[in-house]
């Protein structure tokens, strides 16, 4: 049974106990408990089903590459799956909830997918839900989602804040070890900008448990002794609960801040995302102990040897009375050791190898421990718990020789650096044969934007598996990277430690090794995603060859751990398989983020009103204020329509439309973009980017034009005003005004930079309002101060002066075929400009009115009639194109033949047969068949209103040779059973002769 | 993410303050160009596994567009030059062939 010991535990204040739940029963800690050490203190071992065959699960290690236990933290808007228990850090009151299991995590009905698991082998989704196809979606799917998956994701909005910031340094070593301790030490001591993060709480990495004097200190004195120094420098930025996620391209460093995970409720942000730019990258992130395989190795006590290590060390932990040690080198002795000395039994230390010899087998023997050789396991007895292990001969089929009692067994299969921040920009590996493990290759780094290697690991990550090359090699690692970011390097004294040296390790990928078909089922390589020997070997012998098939056939390695404890034993099994050697087969890509990183901290600020910010006009206040009806419009807000009290939006619509066709309306038109295009060869531009003429534009007088891109399709419209001979001001759609302007600037900056014209969007700087009916022109003399007159201010003019004390300049141009002046006025008096039409009796309509208006008058819409596919001509706006002028973006484009000839879409307006008919939005007509039979598309409407106007429904459509179609009747299947006849009819259903607007 | 040198106000930024324009150095068939060419012009890019010329707009800084030589399979930069310019100069091409001997840049 696990237990915390009376005396001993680095890490955890007995003076401050903390009490916690799991999963409702109250159990108390210490501070400075992980939730995982906590809970076997408490003497709970079992903390995790396996996500296929709900197998009994408990903690492996003693960190992030945690597979098993893993709960979901928190309660509410608070909650978060799937948090791995090594490294959750305890707090009062912590609500930890069991996942994968129902009821119970000591009783799990899914447990019986362990007993069928024969029956589930590698690729059994693949292989098994296939026929009858009708049954994945309605019966295979609904089950296999219900009994699948671990944490089930929070149902409320975060209650949280996060928040992003961005830095910049000349190194950034990762990793507090004393391997990052020394490295930024050295790369520091001459004045470079040094981050040094340690993704735990605290600072030594494993030299606090293994406990190695350095220079002549305790590890956690000297280590103490270091961050102090550090932190006194001006140039060193340290921070603890700091997990470097992603190492990306030219030195860009992902990182995660743990600010108040282990304080929630804090007056602080909960999480902080990092993103940093470094010239160089430490990676000083040590290695991770691989388990072994063999049979039984995932019976809850069966533990990393370094895990039993660290909670004795750290927190006072033992995970069980009665540990075998089972180890293929050296390092594993240490726990033994450990143990022993910390008063606990050690019946046995069973090594694969056949005779080491070295200092800590002979220290171990010197304890009086037991020491088996050339031997292994070839059983684990229990379920929820072992209780003995099975000893065999390694060289064997697994034949018991003896049962050992015991309750906890330490594996240790040697260590793996932890190469993913080298490997995530392209940093490759080689293959160290003596130790059987990938290390960085220093000659083949992740390169940056000079070309140049950004990236050096130092330390045991690089290799370096004794004390004393650890630090020498970081020193000069971290002296390196000064260097090379063009720093003075500094001169302190390298660290020393004395190592002892360790007999070689002896690698066995799977044990017994003549292991059969029974045991190898039973012998882990994922704990998470359950996938075992047997199911890397079944792989192999399907053809799977490599290792990238394999891990996706079989799920090695993509649990939420990433394959940290399973990949480099899952690919030495199927090296071994295919008769291989290990380098060759290689590894799986190494993918950011290294640990997980939480959603609310990626998003950061950037949610609710600060997602997308909207931006509003000058009257957006005054809207509000009368209860108006908003639509957004690319990132504006708009008025829809403006309803009076009682008044549905509907008939608010019809109201405004017959307002401005009967009286006078004013619309706040103000987020269409305002382009100033000006220079001696403004018009020279301006002949260029348009379809139409406009350098012969005379000053004050506007004009409409259309814009194509190269292609030759529409790309945005609006009204010309030229306002100066050397100006020009360029009306652009409301969503438009970035693009034309970004267009406008693209082709003087790239293609015609000989032409002297500057670009301005003065979108902003001005609020234009729409005064339009007949009787608009009453209102601006009521406002006084200039001609508006036909004579004075006729149709297509522009003039600027002064109206009722207002700075404008006035536009008589229509978009509602009504008499019509839009009036631009600084944005800072636009409000009160908007307050003094209405007090004149101007309605106010919205954008809906606006719609419909336009419509009645058979005007386009840029992106309605338009999709990006149709020409100034499909439009019947040929008027629109010049003939005479050389060259314009598209004049090639629309040459080419497939867009002159006959088959194009047109726009015609629809008329239905049965006035009580209006067509839906995007209809399709249909006409004839296809040559297999199903009816032929040959258009669609583009927009489609009920015309208050006429009385009637009204509708634009791209109709295929629409323009040579008139008066023809075609069919619009709407649904199933329901048909509409449409009437083709010329586009423009009100007032053709334009007579109303230009009086 | 990259790093970029903006040529016409020095700024050295995030991609992020970038835009990305594609392939630079095209030449424009206006009216009057056969339909190959045009078609050519319009739609035919370059992919090339290494160097490549590249357009770029310091979109979030000066506005302005230049030119960008990188290598597609490293990420490295050789040079960021002017968008006035119709072909690599001199400069830019020795600094790539410096950096990939053998290097000719194809038409």
Redesign the interface.
Known sequence: MSARLPRGGLLIDRQFPVSFRADGRKLSGYRGDTLASALMGAGEMLMGRSFKYHRPRGPVASGPEEPNALYGIGSGARFEPNQRATVTELFEGLEARSQNRWPSLAFDVGAVNAKLSRLLPAGFYYKTFIHPRAAWKHLFEPVIRRSAGLGRPPREPDADRYEQVHAFFDVMVVGGGIAGLAAARQAAAGGARVMLVEQAAHWGGRALVDGPEIDGLPAADWVAAEVAALAARGNVTLRSRFAAAAV?????VLGVERLTDHAPGAEAPRQRLWRI?AGRVVTATGAIERPLSFPGNDVPGVMLASAIRDHLALYAVSPGARTVLLTNNDDGYRTAIALKKAGLDVPAIVDVRANPSSQLVADARALGLRVEFGRALSGVKGVKRVEAVQLCALAGQGSVIEEIACDAVAMSGGWSPVVHLWSHS?GKLGWDEANAMFIPDPDRPP?????AGFVLAAGTAAGKLLTGEVLADAAAIGRRAAEEVGQRPGDEAVPRADSTAEAPLLPVWIMPLHAGPELRARAFLDYQNDVKVSDVQLAAREGYESVEHTKRYTTLGMATDQGKLSNINGLAVLADTLGQPIPQVGTTTFRPPYTPVSFGAITGMARGPLFRPVRRTTTDPWAEAVGAVFEPVGDWRRVYACPRAGESTEDAVVREVLTVREAVGVLDASTLGKIIVKGPDAGKLLDLVYTNVMSTLKPGRCRYGLMCT??GFVFDDGVVVRLDAGTFLCHTTTGGAERVH?HL??WL???W?DLQVYTANVTEQFAQFVVAGPKARGVLEALGGMDVSREGLPFLSSAEGVLGGFPVRVHRISFSGELSFEVAVPAARGAELWERLIGLGAVPYGTEAMHVLRAEKGFIIVGDETDGTVTPHDLGMSWAVSKKK??FIG???L???YLVGAGRKQLVGLETVDPSDQLPDGAHATSGTRPDGRPRAIGHVTSTYRSPTLGRPIALGLIEDGLARMGEVIDFPVSSSLTMHARIVSPCFFDKEGSRQDV | ????TCPCCGVTG?ETEFHP?GEAHLK??????E?GE?TAY?FDRKNPRGVHFE?W?HAFGC???FHAAR?TA????FGTYS??VSAPPEEILAMIRA?RPGWEASA
């Open positions: 990306n391209d030219h030195g860009y730019r392209g390169t940056g934007a000079d070309g190269e292609n970004g600037e693209e900056q790239t293609e930079w050389p060259d004049k090639r484009g040459e080419r033949s | 993410m990259l790093i970029l995030e324009g424009r068939f206006g009216p009057g160009s339909d045009f319009l357009r707009r506005g302005k567009w290598c490293t990420l490295e930069v968008a006035r950096r």
